[in-house]
C-alpha cells in the first residue's frame, strides 16, 4: 500500500524512458501496406487511407481538394445523404481531407460494426460519381467563405507567405481565387479522381482495439482493387526576389498580421531535429522566448509562436502572430532581437531543463493512446523515416548542449535570410 502521508517523488520528465509502440505492418494482396496499432481499452477503432492524391498532382487549382471533399457525395447507388445516413446510423464518423503530398479518408467506429462500415468506404473509393448538383453547392458555399476570408489579415497573411516562400505555382505556395472555383468542371474532378484514386495506392493506418481477423476484412474489400503507383513529380520552388512586404488589406483594420518565415530542410537533414529545440526555446511553446518578452513583457500581442511546417519536402521556419498595427513594426524588431541574443549568448541550464522537459511531455503525450500512437506512425511512414527518428529525437532533446544551440541560432537564425510581411 502506497504511503498516502508521503508525497510521491516529482521526476523531471527529461528522465523518461519512453519507447514507441510497435506497429504491425503487412500487406494486402495488391500490394497495399497497412501499419496497425493494437492498444487501447475501449471498443473503438480508426482505419485511415492515405492516398497521394493531395494539389501536388493536380495541373489546375482545387481539383485535388474538391475531388476529396465529394468523395461521400454521391456514388452510383447511394446519394449524399444515404452515405452520411449509414454511418451516422452505426455512430461512426467519416471525414477526408486534402493537404499538399496526401489526402485522406478517415473512419473512427466502434469495432463491432468494422464489417457493415468498410464496404460503403470502399464504394466511396471506386463508386464515386462526384455528382455535378453537389459541386455547384461546394462551390458555391467555398466562394462564399473565401469572400469571408479574404478580409481577415490572418487568413491573407498565410496565403501570401508561403506564396513569397514557394512561389504561387508552387504545391507549397498556390492559393484559391474565386475565378479558381469558376474554372472547376466535374470531367476534370472525374479524370483526378479515377488516376489517383480508384487507380491510386493508398496507405492503410489502423489503430484501436482491432478486432480479430480485420486484415482478413481490409484484404476482402481492398486486396483486389488494382491500385498503381503515384509519381510525384519534381516541382520547383520560384520565391520572389523582394523579402520585406506590407499590405493594407482593410484600411480601416487595426491588427496587422505578421509572418516572418525562411527556407528550411525537410526532416531528412542533420539539422533538423535539433532546431527543433531551439525553435522551442525560440518560440514553440507558452514559455518561449518571443512569449515572454513580446506578450508577457512588451503586451504586443495576445500569442506569438514560431513552427517549422509541416512538409515532406523542403520546408519553412515561420514565425507568426497578431499585433495592432501600431506596434507591428517594433514587434518585428523585437523577433530580430530575439535572434541576436540567441547567435550571442548561450542558453542557460535552467531554461534548458525547462524546455527539456517541456518536449519530452509533449511526446509522452503524442503517445497517449492508439491514435496518437498511429499519428506518430503515420508521421515517420509518410516522410520515408524509421523508428529510429523517434529515438534520435528523444535522444537530442535530452542531450543537446547550448553550446549547440548557439550554432545552430548563428547558422539559421540570420535576419537577412528570412522573409516579413504585414497585412493589417
Known amino acids: 500500500m502506497p504511503d498516502r502521508k508521503q508525497a510521491p517523488p516529482i521526476v523531471d520528465a527529461v528522465n523518461f524512458e519512453l519507447k ?4 504491425e505492418k503487412f500487406s494486402l494482396d495488391n500490394g497495399v501496406e497497412v501499419y496497425a496499432v493494437n492498444a487501447g481499452a475501449e471498443e473503438v477503432l480508426s482505419v485511415e487511407w492515405v492516398f497521394y492524391a493531395g494539389n501536388w498532382f493536380e495541373d489546375q487549382n482545387l481539383v485535388a481538394a474538391t475531388a476529396n471533399f465529394l468523395l461521400r457525395n454521391g456514388t452510383s ?3 449524399a445523404f444515404q452515405i452520411n445516413e449509414h454511418f451516422e446510423y452505426y455512430g461512426s464518423y467519416l471525414n477526408r481531407a486534402c493537404y499538399n503530398e496526401t ?7 466502434l469495432n463491432k460494426h468494422i464489417k457493415e462500415l468498410l464496404p460503403v468506404v470502399r464504394e466511396l473509393i471506386t463508386e464515386s460519381v462526384l455528382p455535378q448538383q453537389e459541386l455547384d453547392i461546394y462551390r458555391q458555399n467555398m466562394k462564399q467563405r473565401l469572400k469571408v476570408n479574404l478580409k481577415k489579415s490572418d487568413f491573407v497573411a498565410g496565403r501570401m507567405i508561403d506564396a513569397f516562400l514557394f512561389g504561387e505555382n508552387h504545391p507549397y505556395g498556390k492559393f484559391s481565387r474565386l475565378e479558381d472555383f469558376d474554372a472547376l468542371n466535374r470531367d476534370q474532378l472525374l479524370q483526378f479522381y479515377n488516376e489517383f484514386y480508384r487507380n491510386g495506392k493508398p496507405i492503410l493506418f489502423v ?6 481477423g480485420l486484415d482478413v476484412v481490409l484484404n476482402r474489400y481492398f486486396g483486389d482493387l488494382p491500385f498503381g503507383n503515384a509519381e510525384m513529380k519534381n516541382m520547383e520552388q520560384q520565391p520572389v526576389d523582394q523579402k520585406k512586404h506590407r499590405i493594407i488589406n482593410d484600411e480601416a483594420g487595426v491588427q496587422g498580421s505578421i509572418r516572418i518565415a525562411r527556407h528550411f530542410p525537410n526532416r531528412h537533414h542533420p ?3 535539433k532546431v527543433m529545440v531551439l525553435n522551442t526555446v525560440f518560440g514553440g511553446f507558452f514559455g518561449s522566448r518571443l512569449m515572454s518578452n513580446i506578450r508577457e513583457d512588451k503586451g504586443y500581442t495576445y500569442g506569438i509562436q514560431s513552427f517549422l511546417q509541416n512538409h515532406i519536402h523542403d520546408t519553412a521556419w ?5 499585433a ?10 523585437e523577433v530580430y532581437k530575439g535572434m541576436k541574443l540567441l547567435r550571442e549568448e548561450p542558453v542557460d541550464e535552467e531554461e534548458l531543463l525547462l524546455v527539456r522537459n517541456y518536449m519530452m511531455g509533449s511526446i509522452l503525450g503524442d503517445l497517449d493512446g492508439p491514435f496518437q500512437i498511429i499519428a506518430r506512425w503515420k508521421n515517420l511512414v ?12 528523444i535522444s537530442a532533446v535530452k542531450t543537446i548542449t547550448a553550446e549547440e544551440l548557439q550554432l545552430l541560432a548563428q547558422k539559421y537564425l540570420q535576419p537577412e535570410a528570412f522573409y516579413e510581411l504585414v497585412v493589417v
Open 271 to 273: 539539422d533538423f531535429i
Open 103 to 109: 489526402a485522406t479518408i478517415t473512419l473512427h467506429c
Open 382 to 393: 509518410l516522410n520515408n523515416l524509421t523508428e529510429q527518428y523517434f529515438y534520435d529525437t
Open 207 to 212: 489503430a484501436g482495439k482491432i478486432p480479430a
Open 77 to 79: 447507388s447511394k446519394t
Open 20 to 23: 514507441l509502440k510497435q506497429a
Open 324 to 333: 495592432g498595427k501600431d506596434v507591428c513594426e517594433a514587434t518585428i524588431e
Open 318 to 322: 515561420m514565425v507568426a502572430t497578431e
